[in-house]
Nanobody, 119 residues
């Protein structure tokens, strides 16, 4: 079983910055994808950014140039540096780790951390 614990959320003014962290514990396949998703009130959960264990990054168009995802494989931790935050970035941010082994997919979620960017 894998557990993900997020930290770093909070309230900032528009234009400000926050850094989210997500530490994983438990047995994980070394080849995996870690990422961040978000869900605003009344909306579906959406991808923010992902990063593979090899370091390949992927971003939603809405955050490109403002957010940076990174990871420390030794610490099994993924980070999300969020700059130039906008009110529309306000959401609960969820950490995710996923992999597939022998055709069996695994997908784990954190409990979520609130990010609020006030206008």
């Amino acid at each position: 079983q894998v557990q993900l614990v997020e930290s770093g959320g909070g309230l900032v003014q528009a234009g400000g910055s926050l850094r989210l962290s997500c530490a994983a514990s438990g047995s994980m396949l070394s080849i995996n994808v870690m990422g961040w998703y978000r869900q605003a009130p009344g909306k579906q959960r959406e991808l923010v950014a992902t990063i593979t264990s090899g370091g390949t990054e992927n971003y939603a168009d809405s955050v490109k140039g403002r957010f940076t995802i990174s990871r420390d494989n030794a610490k099994k931790t993924v980070y999300l540096q969020m700059n130039s935050l906008k009110p529309e970035d306000t959401a609960v941010y969820y950490c995710n780790v996923a992999w597939a082994y022998m055709g069996n997919p695994r997908n784990y979620w954190g409990q979520g951390t609130q990010v609020t960017a006030s206008a």
